[in-house]
């Protein structure tokens, strides 16, 4: 046999004598060093080639910017896992603590403004819009609500809210709903390759916030324009089934509030920070009850934490000092503390029955809540250990050198063409 060489193998008494029997074998004759040594290279470049494709497709989006998917793992308050999903936010409070982080008016940075019904979202995007001290201050026409809050050297958008950009991925647009739209309506708009985004939202203790939108919609309010848009399509009739017939539902007790069991106002903060594709949408046959509860609270508490702001309403002071020193932009005027709403003294109205089913229906909101109240204190805190200047700054919010305090105007009697109760 060509290029062969019968040799005799002598096997001593080890372990080997169990593999190989004393015998005659025919060895190939062994390849010349230099020939192994480019098998080797070819080798290590494939594998190179092969590590830089694959770190650029699963790298975080902030990282190698390659690709927009990033892989996380989720885990609830008991530690149980859920399933693998990918996020589809911008950067978190976390990432701008860096000392190396600002963000960038001048380039394409973007903050998103996730409103949510009844939070006191309304007055925040007005101060967002008409009281931050800014080189190129948002222009607001006095006949219409909607404002240009455009960049110091160019006519693009920094801001995506109801008062600049309107409610162009919905009404009220939820967590599922924006991440999904943002990046196109903005693109519609002007012709950016790269941008990033910076989540913002406030969150109301859940009874409070819920007699609130029990008063809205008692005196009208439906929100028809939102769209509950999910996965590629529009939630469905049979997945949401209309509370009552007609127009609106002007004029429902709080017991028939109640009762609805398709009422989006239970738990809407946690179904609105929630990833929706994770429980099948509206499909509430998707799964067990339990297991969606707990997968859409998990869920929120992650969205949460992944957003770059979110305050309280019931803080407002400290919600104020923590936006301003996450972003580096101050607000020329002091945001007010009003607890004696509408909601307040429903809530001193209602019997222990009508309070314990309010608790019970709105239980994700409470737990969510309670979790976000714990966060936004931590980082008060923390933020208060670095700030030298902290007695002063804190004293003085809304206090700008130089500055007076904006002129007000009435923004309820503008008109705005996306208006809808």
Same mark, same amino acid.
């Given at each position: 046999m060509n290029n062969l060489k019968s040799v005799s193998v002598q096997v001593v008494n080890s372990d080997l004598a169990l593999l190989l029997p004393n015998g005659v074998y025919e060895i190939k004759q062994m390849e010349s060093k230099?020939? *192994?040594?480019?098998?080797?290279?070819?080798?290590?470049?494939?594998?190179?080639?092969?590590?830089?494709?694959?770190?650029?497709?699963?790298?975080?989006?902030?990282?190698?910017a390659l690709s927009s998917r990033e892989t996380v793992y989720i885990e609830d308050s008991i530690g149980k896992p859920l399933a693998q999903s990918r996020t589809k936010v911008g950067l978190s409070y976390d990432d701008m603590l860096n000392d190396d982080f600002t963000f960038?008016?001048?380039?394409?940075?973007?903050?998103?403004?996730?409103?949510?019904?009844?939070?006191?979202?309304?007055?925040?995007?007005?101060?967002?819009?008409h009281d931050?001290?800014?080189?190129?201050?948002?222009?607001?026409?006095?006949? *219409?609500?909607?404002?240009?809050? +455009?960049?110091?050297?160019?006519?693009?958008?920094?801001?995506?809210?109801?008062?600049?950009?309107?409610?162009?991925?919905?009404?009220?647009?939820?967590?599922?709903?924006?991440?999904? $739209?943002?990046?196109?309506?903005?693109?519609?708009?002007?012709?950016?390759?790269?941008?990033?985004? +910076?989540?913002?939202?406030?969150?109301?203790e859940p009874s409070a916030r819920?007699?609130?939108? +029990?008063?809205?919609?008692?005196?009208?309010?439906?929100?028809?324009?939102? *769209?509950?848009?999910?996965?590629?399509?529009?939630?469905?009739?049979?997945?949401?089934?209309?509370?009552?017939?007609?127009?609106?539902?002007?004029?429902?007790?709080?017991?028939?509030?109640?009762? $609805?069991?398709?009422?989006?106002?239970?738990?809407?903060?946690?179904?609105?920070?929630?990833?929706?594709?994770?429980?099948?949408?509206?499909?509430?046959?998707?799964?067990?009850?339990?297991?969606?509860?707990?997968?859409?609270?998990?869920?929120?508490?992650?969205?949460?934490?992944?957003?770059?702001?979110?305050?309280?309403?019931?803080?407002?002071?400290?919600?104020?000092?923590?936006f301003e020193e996450t972003f580096n932009l101050r607000f020329a005027i002091p945001f007010e503390q009003n607890n004696a709403t509408v909601s307040s003294y429903t809530l001193s109205t209602l019997s222990s029955k009508q309070s314990e089913a309010i608790s019970k229906l709105n239980n994700l909101d409470i737990e969510l809540y309670n979790f976000a109240k714990k966060i936004l204190f931590q980082r008060f805190e923390h933020l208060k250990s670095r700030d030298a200047d902290f007695e002063q700054r804190f004293k003085n919010l809304g206090v700008v050198s130089g500055k007076q305090s904006p002129t007000e105007f009435d923004w309820d009697k503008l008109e705005d063409p996306t208006e809808s109760p």
């Open positions: 230099s020939s *192994r040594l480019k098998q080797i290279c070819l080798f290590c470049l494939a594998l190179c080639i092969f590590g830089i494709l694959g770190f650029g497709y699963f790298c975080p989006d902030k990282v190698c960038d008016m001048d380039s394409h940075d973007v903050i998103v403004f996730l409103h949510m019904q009844k939070t006191g979202g309304t007055s925040f995007g007005k101060h967002l819009v931050l001290d800014l080189k190129r201050p948002c222009t607001c026409p006095i006949s *219409r609500k909607r404002c240009y809050c +455009f960049r110091p050297h160019s006519n693009q958008s920094w801001l995506f809210s109801r008062y600049t950009t309107g409610w162009k991925c919905g009404l009220h647009a939820d967590w599922t709903e924006l991440t999904s $739209c943002v990046d196109e309506k903005l693109d519609e708009l002007e012709n950016i390759v790269k941008r990033r985004y +910076f989540y913002i939202t406030l969150l109301r819920y007699l609130s939108e +029990f008063r809205h919609v008692q005196r009208g309010a439906t929100w028809k324009g939102s *769209r509950h848009f999910c996965n590629g399509r529009l939630a469905t009739d049979k997945e949401i089934p209309p509370c009552y017939k007609g127009d609106n539902w002007e004029g429902v007790n709080l017991d028939e509030f109640i009762k $609805c069991h398709s009422n989006l106002a239970v738990n809407r903060q946690t179904r609105m920070l929630a990833d929706l594709e994770l429980v099948g949408c509206y499909n509430k046959s998707y799964m067990a009850k339990a297991e969606r509860d707990r997968i859409l609270l998990a869920s929120a508490k992650k969205n949460l934490l992944s957003m770059a702001f979110f305050g309280l309403t019931e803080h407002q002071k400290i919600s104020q000092y923590i």
